[in-house]
């Protein structure tokens, strides 16, 4: 990514998921002490360190492995990371940290979705030792070197999730509670799959983010945005017309697969004004809209609706 679209002291790595370019982003926090934040699946971890390389570090140069939610696209690679490096300190919310001291719950969770494609999708997930990890509930300065992080408790898209905030640069690091874009696409997409997504919560999380003022939005899915406000009011108002639309078709007495379809149509009519190569690429960086569908049925299920 060109280094006039990214934050100061900070750089852009395209860890190329599944061979394809602006899927996931992890993102190198240069300096002094060097850090990532979410460092991705452990399948693209060779992509990582060629993109770290490309910026004179090795695995061996970090310091601090940040996380905004431990999801495997996000997290995955932190405990091949750790291995390569033990002096490495893992960042993360205190709900999330026993998923990556033991990740079988999460790993089992992925295959019911992957089935035999786990590992290809996302690699090999291996535990995180307790003793590498912080936990953080949100509320804490992190500093590292001369930089300053601070850790805002985010949930939304997941209930472990956290914003972290860097002072130097003004990015504000927001995982996936701030959705999906492409480069150079004035277009975002929310990403809802079951669990944990929380509607209330979430344009909470929204409004938490407005009041931080960042110059930079930096999503996993993917790279660094500078357009804030017209990013964020473009993801609020599809973010609540998704979850309106499936309210209204759960007590529209539909069959769940007409529910689906229609969801699916949706998304395909919101999406028509980018080419086919990024429509792909889009749905590779937020899934299947079936599991959207069913994380924002899920939430109104658990409330009644």
Same mark, same amino acid.
């Given at each position: 990514?060109?280094?006039?679209?990214?934050?100061?002291?900070?750089?852009?790595?395209?860890?190329?998921?599944?061979?394809?370019?602006?899927?996931?982003?992890?993102?190198?926090?240069?300096?002094?002490?060097?850090?990532?934040?979410?460092?991705?699946?452990a399948s693209t971890l060779p992509s990582l360190e060629a993109g770290l390389q490309?910026?004179?570090l090795f695995l061996e140069d970090i310091r601090h492995v940040i996380v905004t939610h431990i999801h495997l696209d996000h997290a995955g690679a932190t405990g091949l990371i750790v291995a390569r490096n033990p002096a490495v300190q893992v960042h993360v919310h205190e709900k999330g940290a026993p998923h990556l001291v033991d990740p079988s719950r999460l790993v089992s969770s992925a295959a019911m979705l992957w089935g035999d494609k786990l590992e290809i999708l996302?690699?090999?997930?291996?535990?995180?030792?307790?003793?590498?990890?912080?936990?953080?509930?949100?509320g804490e300065t992190l500093r590292i070197g001369r930089r300053t992080? =601070? &850790?805002?408790? !985010?949930? /939304?898209?997941?209930?472990?999730?956290?914003?972290?905030?860097?002072?130097?640069? +003004? *990015?504000?690091?927001?995982?996936?509670?701030?959705?999906?874009?492409?480069?150079?696409?004035?277009?975002?997409?929310?990403?809802t799959p079951p669990p944990d997504v929380d509607l209330e919560a979430w344009l909470h999380t929204l409004a938490l983010i407005e009041a931080l003022e960042p110059r930079w939005l930096c999503l996993t899915h993917f790279g660094a945005f500078d357009d804030v406000a017209f990013h964020l009011a473009?993801?609020?108002?599809?973010?609540?017309?998704?979850?309106?639309?499936? =309210? &209204?078709?759960? !007590?529209? /007495?539909?069959?769940?697969?007409?529910?689906?379809?229609?969801?699916?149509?949706? +998304? *395909?009519?919101?999406?028509a004004g980018l080419s086919a190569a990024q429509?792909?690429?889009?749905?590779?960086?937020?899934?299947?809209?079936?599991?959207?569908?069913?994380g924002l049925a899920r939430y109104w299920q658990r409330r009644g609706a």
């Open positions: 990514m060109d280094a006039s679209h990214e934050p100061d002291g900070v750089a852009v790595i395209d860890t190329h998921h599944m061979g394809r370019a602006h899927v996931v982003a992890s993102y190198a926090l240069l300096g002094d002490e060097p850090a990532l934040v979410d460092p991705g699946p490309a910026h004179g996302w690699g090999r997930t291996i535990a995180v030792p307790p003793a590498t990890i912080l936990t953080l509930v949100g992080l =601070r &850790a805002y408790d !985010a949930p /939304g898209h997941a209930k472990h999730h956290l914003v972290w905030f860097d002072e130097q640069s +003004g *990015a504000a690091f927001v995982g996936d509670n701030t959705g999906v874009r492409l480069p150079g696409v004035r277009f975002t997409r929310p990403a473009d993801f609020r108002e599809r973010l609540v017309r998704w979850a309106d639309v499936v =309210r &209204a078709g759960l !007590a529209s /007495g539909q069959s769940e697969a007409e529910q689906i379809a229609a969801f699916d149509a949706l +998304g *395909a009519d919101e999406a429509q792909v690429a889009l749905t590779q960086q937020s899934g299947d809209l079936s599991l959207s569908w069913r």
